[in-house]
């Protein structure tokens, strides 16, 4: 995924490999918990005005946006809390 991969290079780039092992940790022992407890995301209804299924982790300052399909968890995105997701996701602006 283009998002995991870039996100561990900004993170080494801006505070080196410690940091990015740690929140790059954090991230995909969020997604794992997701095999398992696929509806522990919060449904991204919540906190926007448009229809979606989507749903997210808030992960180290960091969206990782799902969808679930029967009992199948599709990773949409990682997003920094810092970009504009609804863009992004979307196409819209918030």
């Known amino acids: 995924m283009r998002d995991f991969k870039d996100t561990t290079e900004y993170i080494t780039a801006s505070w080196g490999d410690d940091t990015e092992k740690k929140i790059m940790g954090a991230i ?5 918990a997701l095999k398992d407890h696929p509806g522990i995301g919060v449904s991204l ?23 679930l399909e029967d009992d199948t968890v599709f990773i949409i995105r990682i997003i920094n809390e810092r970009q504009d ?3 992004l996701l979307f196409g819209v602006n918030k």
């Open 85 to 87: 997701f609804m863009h």
């Open 45 to 67: 209804c919540k906190i926007i005005d448009f229809p979606t299924t989507y749903r997210y982790l808030f992960i180290e300052k960091n969206y990782v946006f799902y969808h």
């Open 28 to 32: 995909v022992s969020g997604i794992d």
